[in-house]
């Protein structure tokens, strides 16, 4: 065990854990509700710091992220635990592993190995990811610190519901993120995932202003969030609050973990949702896991050239260069070179 970051004595039994949006209060010997954190002797500590239970070298669109650093690789890290319990976890084997099987699994690896392999295999960037990283704050906030010494971005991959004061402590060491917004609906987020909307919208907000490049996902699950108002409301705030720049990746749901009796997100639904983004004034829309569809390109708003030409997680560089169209000169927002 390893002491852990952000918390507080409540009084000489109990401790809260200030890590996210829950504030968990534990007595003696109790768990978070992301199953990794412990109180013990009336102090808080987190169980998986040198426990890493998935590492990967992937290509950076598989985050998905396609305004940050693309074509280049990225070293992908996560542990066991989940501050959510989506009942569509795409992810559950990992995520809700310490709450089914009550143990905690991983190999030994510190931050030092983590930054070192990242450079071995020639990536540019760490991602924690897999799991919910906000739950490993602790394993990321070191590693992290010890990548943007050696010149390497941090992404992270996350359902944003992490306290201020988290945020606070990985201002200057995350440059890029990708965070699910699940839905528009509070109700959803409660009866789905075991969460609360608003302070994942709070935290996008915060994020952007930050200056960390946001792009958002949206997993559309059928007759659960893919009502044409509730997209049209996910749309407006992305471009009302975050910006018009902010890509906006639409992912087709297919039928897991708990939800198994569902169907797999049609292409209309899909197609909708694009068109709606579009319709909202979002520049930079995306579907994802429709092998062949073209609406993982991107274009250039102005002359409609095609910019990046993506088959999978495959992207081809074609006409941007120095973050520009190529043929208009239109400035393409996103993090073009790791300098």
Not at 30 to 53: F, H, I, S
Not at 57 to 69: G, N, Q, T
Request: glycine share 6%; hydrophobic share 35%.
């Amino acid at each position: 065990m390893f002491k852990a970051r952000l918390w507080k004595k409540v009084d000489e039994n109990r401790v809260q854990c200030q890590l996210c949006n829950h504030f968990c209060i534990l007595k003696e010997g109790e768990t978070g509700r992301c199953g990794v954190r412990v109180n013990q002797n009336n102090e808080l500590y987190t169980l998986v710091y040198d426990k890493v239970a998935a590492i990967n070298i992937d290509p950076i669109e598989k985050k998905p992220l396609y305004h940050f650093l693309p074509g280049t690789k990225t070293f992908s890290s996560g542990t066991v635990g989940c501050n959510f319990s989506c009942i569509f976890c795409q992810n559950h084997s990992l995520s809700q592993y310490p709450k089914k099987h009550k143990e905690i699994v991983g190999e030994r690896v510190t931050p030092e190995i983590i930054v070192e392999a990242c450079i071995k295999y020639n990536c540019e960037s760490i991602s924690y990811t897999y799991s919910e990283p906000t739950i490993f704050f602790e394993l990321m906030q070191d590693t992290a610190r010890i990548a943007v010494k050696k010149n390497l971005k941090n992404v992270i991959v996350s359902n944003g519901f992490m306290s201020s004061k988290c945020l606070d402590e990985l201002e200057g060491l995350i440059h890029a993120a990708n965070i699910d917004l699940k839905s528009f609906s509070d109700e959803f987020y409660k009866k789905m995932c075991d969460g609360k909307l608003k302070p994942v919208l709070n935290n996008l907000i915060s994020l952007k202003k930050m200056g960390i490049w946001l792009e958002i996902t949206t997993l559309l699950i059928p007759g659960k969030n893919d009502q044409e108002k509730e997209l049209r409301d996910i749309a407006r705030f992305i471009k009302n609050e975050l910006g018009e720049d902010v890509p906006w990746h639409i992912s087709r749901f297919h039928p897991d973990y708990q939800l198994l009796d569902s169907t797999v997100t049609p292409l209309s639904s899909l197609e909708m949702a694009y068109e709606i983004g579009v319709s909202e004034g979002l520049k930079y829309v995306y579907i994802g896991n429709v092998p062949g569809t073209t609406r993982e390109n991107t274009y250039c708003p102005v002359c409609g050239s095609i910019l990046i030409k993506r088959t999978g997680f495959h992207a081809e560089i074609l006409n941007l260069k120095n973050g520009q169209c190529k043929k208009c000169k239109t400035s393409i927002p996103g993090y073009w070179e790791n300098k």
